[in-house]
């Protein structure tokens, strides 16, 4: 059975850091791309962030290009978003989410979400 | 960026009704169009990729259509567990985006 759980949210203040982990069970992490997603209380959802398997490709949101940071560790099935300069519009709900790729039909989206950690950004 | 815009944005419908939900692409995404069902407090569930092709263990009632700019996703006989809010979502190109969502309730 895939499972994603992710880690690492919390309360922050203003400018301050987190850093969200995800961990991936049940599938062969290596061979998937990975996604960050986040959804504000009350609102709909927004793409964070996207690697691929290999690390070699990797996308932000604007809204968060400069201040965030994806990355992975195939060895350990883990997935990781370093966020800095938290602002107080990056509170959420943030889930870890798998990529399903496909060239027939061409196909890109997502068909395994985690629970998601919720980051709150508070003075 | 794309935008997605869905319509409507609520709906109210009964038990076994047929429900079209429509979404509209700002510019071509060819049939790179997903759409999802997300009930209050759990995480999105992938329905349907590439605009009609059911994901694994959806309900048949289920489908999906459309490519370029306009798709609908279609529930053929609307059951209690279908009241939650949809979302459509292209990736043609990042950022990838969402709809603001579409949420079915009980008339």
């Known amino acids: 059975e895939v499972q994603l759980v992710e880690s690492g949210g919390g309360l922050v203040q203003p400018g301050g850091s987190l850093r969200l982990s995800c961990a991936a069970s049940?599938?062969?992490?290596?061979?998937?791309?990975m996604n960050w997603v986040r959804q504000a209380p009350g609102k709909g959802l927004e793409w964070v962030s996207y690697i691929s398997s290999s690390s070699r490709t990797i996308y932000y949101a604007d809204s968060v290009q400069g201040r965030f940071t994806i990355s992975r560790d195939n060895a350990q099935n883990s997935l990781f978003l370093q966020m800095n300069s938290l602002r107080d519009e990056d509170t959420a709900v943030y889930f870890c989410a798998r990529v399903l790729t496909s060239l027939e039909p061409p196909t890109r989206a997502i068909d395994y979400w985690g629970q998601g950690t919720l980051v709150t950004v508070s003075s | 960026d794309i935008q997605m815009t869905q319509s409507p944005s609520s709906l109210s419908a009964s038990v076994g009704d047929r429900v079209t939900l429509t979404c509209r692409a700002s510019?071509?995404?060819?049939?790179?169009l997903n759409w999802y069902q997300q009930i209050p407090g759990r995480a999105p569930k992938l329905l349907i990729y590439?605009?009609?092709s059911l994901q694994s263990g959806v309900p048949s009632r289920f489908s999906g259509s459309g490519s370029g700019t306009d798709f609908t996703l279609t529930i053929s006989g609307l059951q209690p567990e279908d009241y939650s809010t949809y979302f459509c979502q292209q990736s043609h190109s990042t950022p990838w985006t969402f709809g603001q969502g579409t949420k079915v309730e009980i008339k």
């Open positions: 590439a605009a009609s």
């Open positions: 510019q071509s995404i060819s049939k790179y």
């Open positions: 049940g599938f062969t992490f290596d061979r998937y791309s």
